[in-house]
C-alpha cells in the first residue's frame, strides 16, 4: 500500500464550498475503505468496496463522496461551510469495511495521507 496523498484544501468564507482530493492505491482493490479524518481524528465520510457510504450527521446533506476508479481518486465535496469545518482533513486507507462509528473505516493497517488545510472564516 502506499501513502494516501491529499490535494484541494484551501480558505473559504462561510457558506462556501471545496472540493478535497484524495490519491489512493486501494481504490484499484477488490476490498478497502478509504475516509476522511479532521482535528482530532473526527470521522467525516467513509466509503468502502461495497458502496458503503457513512457521513456523521454533522456533516450529512453538506458534505458528499466520490470515485473516480480509474485514476484512483476519492473526492470529498464540502458545501455550506461553516467555521467549524475548519482544520486538517486526513485521507485515510486499509483494507477493511465501513466502522461502527460514522465516517469512520475499521480493518487492517491504516495508511494516512500528510493532509490539507481547510479555513473557513466568518
Known amino acids: 500500500q502506499e501513502q494516501p496523498v491529499e490535494s484541494g484544501g484551501g480558505s473559504v468564507q462561510a457558506g462556501g464550498s471545496l472540493r478535497l482530493s484524495c490519491r489512493a492505491s486501494l481504490l484499484s482493490s477488490n476490498v478497502y475503505c478509504i475516509s476522511w479524518t479532521r482535528k482530532e481524528r473526527e470521522g467525516v465520510a467513509a466509503i468502502d468496496s461495497d458502496?458503503?457510504?457513512s457521513l456523521p450527521t454533522s456533516v450529512q446533506g453538506r458534505f458528499s463522496i466520490s470515485v473516480d476508479t480509474a485514476n484512483k481518486i476519492l473526492y470529498l465535496q464540502m458545501n455550506d461551510l461553516k467555521p467549524e469545518d475548519s482544520g486538517m482533513y486526513y485521507c485515510?486507507?486499509?483494507?477493511?469495511?465501513?466502522?461502527?462509528?460514522?465516517?469512520?473505516?475499521?480493518?487492517?493497517?491504516?495508511?494516512w495521507g500528510q493532509g490539507t488545510q481547510v479555513t473557513v472564516s466568518s
Open positions: 485515510l486507507q486499509l483494507v477493511g469495511n465501513i466502522g461502527s462509528v460514522a465516517g469512520t473505516c475499521t480493518g487492517g493497517r491504516s495508511y
Open positions: 458502496g458503503t457510504l
